[in-house]
């Protein structure tokens, strides 16, 4: 069993920026696959970022490739995303979810994780 809290979010104006922090409890973090999927209201939640147990391999979705930045350190156990140029767009919950890592895996659905965190509510005003 995996516990992931995660913190960060807030209000934030157009083109600033937000730093996500997931804390995970429970298991042996460095064999973990990580990501960040969001969903706003009426929609259906969406990949962000995965990152490789080893922190190797880096996944986005198209719509932040260059403005999102996902990391990790597997000694604090923390998966950080650095999301700057913030767009209105951005607004949603953002979920950590954690997976057994899988090679071969891309980690940008849903279903391939295992583990997800109540989330934090990130709010971009224009």
């Known amino acids: 069993q995996v516990q992931l809290v995660e ?3 807030g209000l934030v104006q157009a083109g600033g920026s937000l730093r996500l922090s997931c804390v995970a409890s429970g298991r042996t973090f460095s064999v973990l696959a990580m990501g960040w999927f969001r969903q706003a ?4 939640r969406e990949f962000v970022a995965a990152i490789s147990w080893h922190g190797g391999t880096t996944n986005y979705a198209d719509s932040v490739k260059g403005r ?3 990391s990790r350190d597997n000694a604090k156990n923390t998966v950080l995303m650095q ?3 913030l767009k209105p767009e951005d607004t949603a919950v953002y979920y950590c979810a954690a997976a057994r890592w899988v090679a071969g895996t891309t980690f940008e659905n849903p279903s391939e994780y295992d583990w997800w965190g109540q989330g934090t509510q990130v709010t971009v005003s224009s």
Do not use: A
């Open 41 to 44: 209201p009426g929609k259906e």
């Open 83 to 85: 999301m700057n140029s």
């Open 68 to 70: 999102f930045t996902i």
């Open 7 to 9: 913190s960060g979010g």
